[in-house]
Nanobody
Framework: QVQLVESGGGLVQAGGSLRLSCAASGRTFSRYTMGWFRQAPGKEREFVATINWSGGSTFYADSVKGRFTISRDNAKNTVYLQMNSLKPEDTAVYHC?????????????????WGQGTQVTVSS
């Protein structure tokens, strides 16, 4: 079992930055592929970014590529999402997720554990 707790969300003006954190419980964090997803009101949950177990491989949605950076610190059982040049369309609840596989994927149904989410609101 893995428990995930996100933090770092908030209200920011367009063009600003936020850094989300996701703290994971358990001693096997380094075995999990981690992902960030987001869900805006009235929309389906969408993939944002994923990182493999070592942090050596990452993949991003086209909508955030070049603006967001996913990283992880296995010693701290934490995954991060650095978000720069934020846009109003980035407004959503951001969730981190863990997949008990070394192979990353963008499909939310393939992740095994989810955090409760943290709200990110970008004003224009």
């Amino acid at each position: 079992q893995v428990q995930l707790v996100e933090s770092g969300g908030g209200l920011v003006q367009a063009g600003g930055s936020l850094r989300l954190s996701c703290a994971a419980s358990g001693r096997t964090f380094s075995r999990y592929t981690m992902g960030w997803f987001r869900q805006a009101p009235g929309k389906e949950r969408e993939f944002v970014a994923t990182i493999n177990w070592s942090g050596g491989s990452t993949f991003y949605a086209d909508s955030v590529k070049g603006r967001f950076t996913i990283s992880r610190d296995n010693a701290k059982n934490t995954v991060y999402l650095q978000m720069n040049s934020l846009k109003p369309e980035d407004t959503a609840v951001y969730h981190c997720a863990a997949r008990s596989s070394t192979v990353w994927t963008i499909g939310p149904h393939l992740y095994d554990y989810w955090g409760q989410g943290t709200q990110v609101t970008v004003s224009s």
